[in-house]
């Protein structure tokens, strides 16, 4: 496929990859390295699946052992360790299933595409692009219309209830939640520990009297569509990544879904000009290391992390 330059290639997906050549492989490969680096932190941070049974540990250390070898391998290697690694994350998403965060899947999409494609190879980068930028796009998209179908953003009535049992999301939105709304809907629950109530039965209504509250509500899925279609758009890609990397944050600050949020933000940073994937490679790398001992209780745990 090496013969071929991007200008076979359909003009949908050339809107969506840059031009090829070194830029492009290199931002691709040390995208490779981050995504490795990801699924190695976040294989050591979740317990197998009970269908895996006494296999659970030997799929968690193959999956681990494989991901860092593709870190620390020359490209060749990196390429064949992520064939390696595809059908073993997805094995591991599957034995858990449906107790596994939905991430996991998006994690193996990602995987499966730098998996087939070679980046070094001017056609299959430029490809390799468009299908993550495109599945990025997907995914925001459709996350949006989620909520557009089930409804439960309109009114706000999803975000008051998190504000209502998890005390990371009443923590943010104690300051556009009036106290005596914020009293009342955790008054509908019975507290299970220091971070989580349950509803009592036939609670509610969870519904807010403020229209910032509303705004904010309704503001989730129209950027999450809004972002996911102008990331389609050459002129205005960039500044939907910035968009959409600035609206995780916020979602971050309430779901606290650290494990998550770096590999969105890590995929959205494709489609900002320059390398960003290898100038951000060793502080994510930090942040999953520090996650890693964390969890193991071998360094504090900040209250904020949470995979």
């Not at 200008?7 to 949908?12: A, E, F, H, K």
């Not at 040390?30 to 006494?54: C, D, K, S, Y």
């Not at 250390?61 to 391998?73: E, I």
Request: with cysteine; glycine share 8%; aromatic share 10%.
């Amino acid at each position: 496929m090496g013969q071929h330059g991007p200008g076979v290639l359909p003009p949908g997906l050339r809107t969506l990859g840059p031009s090829g050549g070194a830029t492009n492989a290199t931002r691709l490969a040390w995208f490779r390295r981050v995504l490795l680096v990801h699924v190695a932190a976040r294989t050591l941070l979740t317990e197998p699946g009970w269908v895996v049974g006494e296999y659970g540990a030997l799929l968690r250390w193959a999956t681990v052992g494989v991901a860092l070898a593709g870190v620390l391998a020359p490209h060749g290697g990196a390429l064949k360790c992520t064939r390696i690694a595809c059908p073993l994350v997805l094995v591991s998403a599957l034995s858990a299933f449906p107790d596994n965060a939905n991430h996991v899947f998006l994690e193996f999409v990602l995987l499966a595409f730098l998996a087939f494609l070679d980046e070094r190879d001017e056609r299959e980068g430029v490809l390799l692009c468009a299908a993550l930028r495109g599945t990025v796009a997907i995914v925001l998209v459709w996350s949006g219309l989620q909520k557009v179908i089930h409804g439960t953003y309109f009114d706000g009535q999803f975000l008051a209830y998190m504000a209502a049992t998890k005390t990371w999301f009443t923590e943010v939105f104690q300051h556009v939640v009036p106290d005596a709304e914020l009293h009342r809907l955790t008054a509908f629950n019975e507290r299970l520990d220091g971070s989580t109530w349950q509803p009592a039965v036939g609670a509610g209504p969870y519904r807010v009297d403020s229209v910032l509250f509303v705004a904010l509500s309704n503001a989730v899925y129209v950027l999450e569509i809004a972002v996911g279609l102008l990331l389609l758009l050459p002129r205005t890609r960039a500044a939907a990544a910035l968009a959409g990397i600035a609206m995780v944050v916020f979602i971050e600050l309430g779901a606290r879904e650290i494990v998550f949020g770096i590999l969105i933000v890590n995929a959205l940073a494709l489609s900002l000009r320059g390398d960003a994937p290898r100038r951000m490679f060793p502080y994510w790398t930090a942040v999953y290391a520090y996650l890693v001992l964390a969890a193991r209780e071998l360094v504090p745990m900040v209250p904020y992390a949470s995979s």
